[in-house]
T-cell receptor, first 115, second 111 residues
Framework: SAVISQKPSRDICQRGTSLTIQCQVD?????MFWYRQQPGQSLTLIAT?????????ESGFVIDKFPISRPNLTFSTLTVSNMSPEDSSIYLC????????????FGDGTRLSIL | GQQLNQSPQSMFIQEGEDVSMNCTSS?????WLWYKQDPGEGPVLLIALYKAGELTSNGRLTAQFGITRKDSFLNISASIPSDVGIYFCAGDQTGANNLFFGTGTRLTVIP
């Protein structure tokens, strides 16, 4: 399966600042997704990153707070804007190759702590 | 979003024992997936299921897509210490690959 690299792997940030997380895949993939995993919790889908168009956000997540870019088929970024302590989570990128019924594979995540 | 409930929430078993866990929902899903997450890592895909009643194995792991399409089961035979981790089920309802994740089962294997 594809090799997925996320940067940074972890960060500690001050409230009110923004952080951009990068997701790089070693091969072209059809679909890329961003998830949030709050401490000790399960994964929640934030959005589907669409190549060449605006991301599709899930209920409870908005573009102003989590702007996403996907300039090509191997790269995407997620920005966490105007951070507060409640944004402390693991942010995970996943990809699916082929059609929409192909299973998703995950990167190792970005562990974000906001002070 | 959809709620996928996993049971049990946690398990402590002796090495060599078999393990069973399940995932249930009040809604129908078209795809069921099982992932394992180790500390500090992302979830790793174990098994994918696409058809009601489907039974699929991956080594010592066996998973089934429930006939009602509202549940799935994962069994691990002859557990070993490296089976320790959190097991998540995930389901897709629409075929658009929008996954809902279960609440997780934390497995501890005692050597």
């Amino acid at each position: 399966s594809a090799v997925i690299s996320q940067k940074p792997s972890r960060d500690i940030c001050q409230r009110g600042t923004s952080l951009t997380i990068q997701c790089q895949v070693d091969s072209q993939v059809t679909m890329m997704f961003w998830y949030r995993q709050q401490p000790g919790q399960s994964l929640t889908l934030i959005a589907t990153a669409n190549q060449g168009s605006e991301a599709t956000y899930e209920s409870g997540f908005v573009i102003d707070k989590f702007p996403i870019s996907r300039p090509n088929l191997t790269f995407s970024t997620l920005t966490v804007s105007n951070m507060s302590p409640e944004d402390s989570s693991i942010y995970l990128c996943s990809v699916a190759t082929g059609g929409s019924n192909q299973p998703q594979h995950f990167g190792d995540g970005t562990r974000l702590s906001i002070l | 979003g959809q709620q996928l409930n996993q049971s049990p929430q946690s398990m402590f078993i002796q090495e060599g024992e078999d393990v069973s866990m399940n995932c249930t929902s009040s809604s129908i899903f078209n795809t069921w997936l099982w992932y394992k997450q180790d500390p500090g890592e992302g979830p790793v895909l174990l098994i994918a299921l696409y058809k009601a009643g489907e039974l699929t194995s991956n080594g010592r792991l066996t998973a089934q897509f429930g006939i009602t399409r509202k549940d799935s089961f994962l069994n691990i035979s002859a557990s070993i210490p490296s089976d320790v981790g959190i097991y998540f089920c995930a389901g897709d309802q629409t075929g658009a690959n929008n996954l809902f994740f279960g609440t997780g089962t934390r497995l501890t294997v005692i050597p």
